[in-house]
């Protein structure tokens, strides 16, 4: 059990999760940190003395795993934020049902799994989640 504050970064190696995981580390919070792509997750992970997790974040139960691996590691989840995302730019008469279909478990699918898998350890205790977006969600 730690008395750290805990925190899952789910696309923690892209723009915005790699801001927001150096930042936190800075303030000497204990990180989970969840991304696709393992190696720039190790490095950043090496960099921040965080967690690295693999996750492939349109499988619910892969966010499940590194939510719970989190909890039971340090006995809390002070907060987790959901960085991962996909903008389509692209008309939709040449849109393929398996691009919508894409976009849509990246950017729905992964923020239903994080409330669902998040709010059930943060039911007594609190906690935040944030759901980002790029500036591209005001004007795509």
């Known amino acids: 059990m730690s008395d750290l ?16 995981t150096r930042r936190l ?10 991304a696709r792509s393992a190696a ?3 490095s950043l992970a ?3 003395d965080g967690v690295a997790v693999p996750v492939e974040a349109t499988v619910p139960g892969s966010i499940e795993a590194i939510i719970q691996k ?4 340090t006995g809390r ?11 389509l730019l692209k008309p939709a008469h040449i849109t393929t049902d398996a691009e919508w ?23 007594k205790s609190g906690g935040s989640i944030a759901l980002c977006s ?6 795509g």
Do not use: H, W
Not at 80 to 85: H, L
């Open 70 to 73: 989190a909890f039971d590691d």
């Open 101 to 123: 279909e894409q976009t849509l478990a990246l950017n729905l699918t992964t923020a239903f799994a994080v409330v669902r898998s998040a709010a059930k350890r943060m039911m």
């Open 5 to 20: 504050p805990t925190y899952v970064i789910l696309g923690a190696s892209g723009g915005i999760g790699s801001s927001l």
């Open 77 to 87: 989840l002070d907060g987790v934020a959901n960085c991962i995302g996909s903008l």
């Open 46 to 48: 090496a960099e921040v």
């Open 134 to 139: 790029s500036a591209a969600a005001r004007a």
């Open 40 to 42: 720039p997750l190790k």
């Open 25 to 34: 580390a800075k303030s000497g919070c204990q990180l989970y940190l969840g």
